[in-house]
């Protein structure tokens, strides 16, 4: 489901800020229903709006930056390049918590980065400005999303009464108000152009931003490590097929190299993580 997304935010053909913020109202809409359906999850909606607020804005700060890299340089490859959040997390690990970095760590790194010199770096100097400015949005979504996740789990940890959906209620409903605003101030209107944005974005904000994520964290407690990290990069995976498939994505041989290589070390990253917390 949450591999879909970025090919929903190039279907609705909107500003990548008004199609973010669209993602959060119909996103919010759906988990009200569903916390006024389930009074049990309705726990702890009322509480720690504030701690949100900042997981809020780190959240916006990801959709902000990839929904800019998709219009750049497409739904697969922006996938890909936020991914790299399971190494912007490692970085906060070693300098802010002095963990330290294993040889299986190591040796995903050195696939990752060969991965992205690869499907990148060898042609630096002939991309396009646009282009160029989507991979840089890409790497950004990475470390935005890793202040999402990093916030997420420090207010679940210290306040463990909440519910996770009264949590993503909470953060979905502030998001929106945050890109809102900032639409606001870019200079864009809200208006929907047809339906197939319409549809677009209903199944951004229900499909992807509800329903998949709800299923990843009701997933996760419930199998391996290292089960979950080969089932999370479906995500990029697909996400480039999709691309491939919609919207022409071609790779040379040395690119579809580099992407498997990116694929493989973020893969090894997240076991490597996992096993590193265990």
């Known amino acids: 489901m949450i591999s879909f997304a970025a090919v929903f935010v190039r279907l609705a053909d909107l500003a990548p800020t008004t199609s973010g913020f669209y993602r959060m109202l119909f996103g919010s809409i759906a988990l009200l229903v569903l916390i006024a359906l389930q009074p049990r999850l309705h726990r702890g909606f009322g509480d720690g709006w504030l701690g949100s607020a900042l997981i809020a ?7 902000w930056f990839w929904h800019r890299s998709i219009l750049f340089i497409g ?25 330290r970095i ?12 060969g991965g992205l010199w690869l499907l990148f770096g060898q042609e630096w100097s002939g991309l396009t400005p646009e282009f160029r400015a989507g991979v840089i949005l890409g790497l950004l979504t990475a470390l935005a999303y890793s202040g999402y996740i990093l916030s997420l789990r420090g207010l ?64 996760m407690p419930g199998l391996p490590a290292s089960l979950v990290g080969l089932l999370l990069l479906l995500q ?15 790779l040379e041989l040395l690119q579809l190299v580099g992407a498997f290589l990116a694929l493989a070390g973020i893969y090894l990253g997240m076991r490597a993580s996992s096993r590193q917390r265990a």
Request: include cysteine; charge should be neutral; hydrophobic fraction near 60%.
């Open 57 to 63: 804005a780190f959240f916006t700060a990801d959709m």
């Open 75 to 99: 739904p697969g490859l922006a996938t890909l390049l936020a991914n790299f959040q399971v190494f912007v997390l490692a970085a906060i690990g070693v300098f802010w918590f002095r963990e």
């Open 102 to 113: 294993g040889l299986r760590f190591a040796a995903a790194i050195a696939l990752a980065a």
């Open 156 to 219: 679940q940890i210290r306040q463990p009464h909440t519910r996770v959906e009264a949590r993503l209620a909470q953060v979905t409903i502030l998001t929106g108000v945050m890109l809102g605003a900032i639409n606001l101030v870019e200079g864009h209107d809200f208006a929907i152009p047809d339906t197939q944005s319409l549809l677009a974005l209903i199944a951004l904000g229900v499909v992807c931003q509800v329903l998949g994520w709800l299923a990843i964290t009701r997933g």
């Open 236 to 250: 990029p995976t697909l996400s480039m097929i999709w691309d491939a498939a919609f919207f022409g994505l071609r």
